[in-house]
């Protein structure tokens, strides 16, 4: 999860972020 947000930082994407979230969240 934290490799998740990190990815998600370095992105600075915040479309990917939520998408990530959501798989998450899915998973």
């Avoid at 490799?3 to 959501?22: D, G, P, W």
Wanted: net charge positive; charged share 15%.
């Amino acid at each position: 999860m934290i490799l998740i947000k990190l990815t998600c930082l370095r992105m600075a994407s915040r479309l990917v972020c939520s998408n990530f979230q959501i798989l998450s969240g899915k998973l």
